[in-house]
């Protein structure tokens, strides 16, 4: 990944983190509890691709697993999210421009359901049962209903930033500047221009002296 998509990344998940951990969690909502770092990993994939989207999906589940107060093994939600992240991306639009906002909502109904059915069952295999004492079915439901309520206001915008650092103008035209600088002395360095040049004076002495002796013979005649 390239420096930009990095920092913007790693900027826009420890925002959503703190946000979802200070705020979101502390609404004690019935069901589940809004997943910002979620949505957040959902629309940097869909403009990033998809293996993009798993990098940012493992490092923002990595951070949630670690983030207090974390009850969990770690490593369970980072793997929830990369499977979310890599599958997200695969929904990415070919020019990177949306037609309509029903592919981006269907796809975090899509990922709130199936990042909670697969958290569900990593949480099984390892021996945590809370998903049945909570009721999997009113978790289905009112994590995607949240996050789907919530998607509007954060998905577009982060998708928008992200599109907007990947086509910077400003870099463009440095990189533009600095190839012409780099051709430049590499011409220079290498003498490609100097013999060039030495080869057109070359070229016009032997004019001169051509020209030179036609003149002389008519002079004799």
Sequence with gaps: MRF????????LVVVALVIQVSVLARLH?????????????????????HVGGALIGFAAGLLADLAPPA????????????????LAGLAKPENGQLKSAT???????AAAVGSTLLYAGVG???????????GLSSLLFTAALYDL??????????MALARRSESNPLADSNSAKAA????????????????SQRGHRVKAARARVARAGRIKGVKRL
């Design 29 to 49: 909502l019935p069901g589940a509890v809004p997943d910002l770092v979620l949505l957040t990993v959902l629309a940097l994939a869909m403009v990033y691709g």
């Design 103 to 109: 592919g981006p909502m269907a796809v975090v109904v």
């Design 71 to 86: 009850d969990h093994a770690a490593g369970r939600y980072a793997l929830v999210l990369c499977v979310i992240g890599y």
């Design 180 to 195: 012409d600088v780099s051709s430049g002395w590499l011409a220079s360095g290498t003498g490609l221009r100097i013999g």
């Design 4 to 11: 930009n998509r990095m920092l913007l990344s790693a900027t």
């Design 149 to 158: 309520l919530l998607a509007p206001f954060v998905v577009p915008g982060l």
């Design 124 to 134: 099984a295999l390892v021996g945590d049962t809370a998903a049945r004492h909570v």
